[in-house]
C-alpha cells in the first residue's frame, strides 16, 4: 500500500478482555516497529521486526503482551485480559532498514473500561 | 539503549520567530531522526543527520549534530502556526531499534 494502515482505528473493549491490533507496513519494508503513547507522553518502544524475527522483546511490558509477524509483512500486536492501565494509542511504522527513516501508521486508540 | 531527551519540554512562540529544540543522547550513534507529532497520532519524519554530518538543511529546518556533546538541535525558521505540534528525536545505533524522547511541544501563536 501507499504508507503504513492501522486498524482499528479505534478500539473500546472491557477490563480482562483480549485484544488483536493489525499493521500493515508499506510493501518490501523489512523492519516493522511498534510503539505505545499513552496521553500527554512520549513513545515508549515495546518491539521491532526484522523480517519476521523480534530480536529485542524486552520492551514488552508484561507477559500479557506479544507480537508476530508474518510473511514479512502484516503484524499482529496482542494484548491479553487488557488493564486500564493499557489505554494508550499503539503506533505501528516500517522502515526500508533497520535504524533508518521510520513511516509511521495513525496508531490505534485503545481504551480499556 | 540510544534514547534521545528532548529540551525544552514546551516552547509557545510568536509567528515569525524562530524556534530551537535540543536533544542529547547516550551513546554513539549512526543517525540521528527528528519527528512531527500533530494530534497525538502518527508521527512524520522530518529529516535525518548522519553521524558524519554537522549540520543539514530542509526547507525552514536547519538541524545540526555534536557528537562530542552527544547532542543535536532542531531550528525551524520563521515558525508558523501550522509549525504547532509535538517534536521528537531519536537517535539510532545502526542496525537497531530507535529509541524516542519524551518530546518538545512547540505552540506557535498567530
Known amino acids: 500500500g501507499a504508507g503504513v494502515s492501522q486498524s482499528p482505528s479505534n478500539k473500546v473493549t472491557e477490563k480482562g478482555k483480549d485484544v488483536e491490533l493489525r499493521c500493515d507496513p508499506i510493501?518490501?519494508?523489512?523492519?516493522l516497529y511498534w510503539y505505545r503513547q499513552r496521553l500527554g507522553q512520549g513513545l515508549e518502544f515495546l518491539i521491532y521486526?526484522?523480517?519476521?524475527?523480534?530480536?529485542?522483546k524486552s520492551g514488552l511490558p508484561s507477559d500479557r503482551f506479544s507480537a508476530e509477524r508474518t510473511g514479512e509483512s502484516v503484524s499482529t500486536l496482542t494484548i491479553q485480559r487488557t488493564q486500564q492501565e493499557d489505554s494508550a494509542v499503539y503506533l505501528c511504522?516500517?522502515?526500508?532498514?533497520?535504524?533508518?527513516?521510520?513511516?509511521f501508521g495513525s496508531g490505534t486508540q485503545l481504551s480499556v473500561l | 539503549s540510544q534514547q534521545g531527551e528532548e529540551d525544552p519540554q514546551a516552547l509557545s512562540i510568536q509567528e515569525g520567530e524562530n524556534a530551537t529544540m535540543n536533544c542529547s543522547y547516550k551513546?554513539?550513534?549512526?543517525?540521528l531522526q527528528w519527528y512531527r507529532q500533530n494530534s497525538g497520532r502518527g508521527l512524520v519524519h522530518l529529516i535525518l543527520?548522519?553521524?558524519?554530518?554537522r549540520e543539514k538543511h530542509s526547507g525552514r529546518l536547519r538541524v545540526t549534530l555534536d557528537t562530542s556533546k552527544k547532542s543535536s538541535s532542531l531550528l525551524i525558521t520563521a515558525s508558523r502556526a501550522a509549525d504547532t505540534a509535538s517534536y521528537f528525536c531519536?537517535?539510532?545505533?545502526?542496525?537497531?531499534?530507535?529509541?524516542f524522547g519524551t518530546g518538545t511541544r512547540l505552540q506557535v501563536f498567530p
Open positions: 510493501s518490501g519494508h523489512t523492519a
Open positions: 531519536a537517535a539510532s545505533g545502526g542496525a537497531d531499534k530507535l529509541i
Open positions: 521486526f526484522q523480517g519476521n524475527s523480534a530480536p529485542d
Open positions: 511504522a516500517s522502515s526500508s532498514q533497520l535504524g533508518e527513516k521510520l513511516f
Open positions: 551513546t554513539s550513534i549512526n543517525n
Open positions: 543527520i548522519r553521524s558524519n554530518e
